[in-house]
């Protein structure tokens, strides 16, 4: 039996899809695209425990998504020293990730040049646009919450309401 | 603690005295927390900075300024920083 591919997400993800209300959108990307959604418990506990213990609401957001098991909890055994960019990049490797969701503009780049191929949440909502799975009007609708919400930047609203399509590398940026 | 004695202008020592009072405090506290303050806003400053070079992640800018994940993205949020540009 062949193993699905497995996509890693980051906090930064998950936090802008939950500041977007856009979480559910998880859902219709995994079973239409077949991937198993992985996070390494440094993960979940940064964007769920730790979240939840700072009171902020998205965090249960979150939590929900992955109680669902839209999302998995995985663990590698790593020292605990390790930061957790590092453990995020290792457990990638150490799964044999393809893709890596993430909305940190440093690391996302230091994903790229690992060799992973990295998307932002404004690029996987464009993907399900362009797989029919969410309609322009409500992509634009999320496109202005991740602008409100400064999970992406004012100045791109144009490009990313223009642009239907195009392979952004990081890797050499 | 350190002790240290300061000169100041009597305008600014007025200005020390009108802060002091608002907020409840004697002139020592106020400016203490003043002190704070500005050592806190430069550390922030320099910190997001970092970010905006990319120079940190937001995992690094949170180290850097003893916050949580969760604050320090909300920080950037209230400071008007995007997280992708």
Known sequence: ?173 | MKTLTIQLPEKLYELLVSYSRKRGKDVTDALKEYAQIMVWEEKKEEAISAYNEEKVTLRELADLLGLSYWEADELLEKEGIALIR
């Open chain 1, 1 to 173: 039996m062949e193993q699905q591919e497995i996509t890693i997400l980051d906090s930064s993800f998950l936090i802008s899809l939950a500041k977007i209300d856009a979480l559910s959108l998880l859902e219709v990307f995994k079973k239409k695209a077949g991937v198993t959604l992985l996070i390494p418990y440094a993960i979940y506990k940064e964007c769920v425990e730790d979240g939840i213990r700072g009171g902020y609401l998205d965090s249960l957001a979150i939590k929900k998504q992955i109680e669902r098991g839209t999302v998995s909890m995985k663990d590698v055994d790593l020292p605990s020293e390790l930061a957790v960019d590092e453990v995020l990049m290792v457990s990638a490797a150490h799964w044999g990730v393809k893709t890596v969701f993430v909305d940190d503009q440093l690391l996302l780049k230091k994903a790229a040049r690992k060799g992973f191929i990295v998307k932002r949440s404004v690029e996987f909502l464009r993907d399900l646009v362009k797989k029919g799975d969410l309609n322009r009007s409500d992509y634009l609708k999320f496109l202005n919450r991740l602008i409100k919400r400064r999970r992406i930047s004012e100045d791109k609203r144009t490009l990313y309401e223009e642009v239907a399509d195009e392979n952004l590398d990081y890797s050499t940026s």
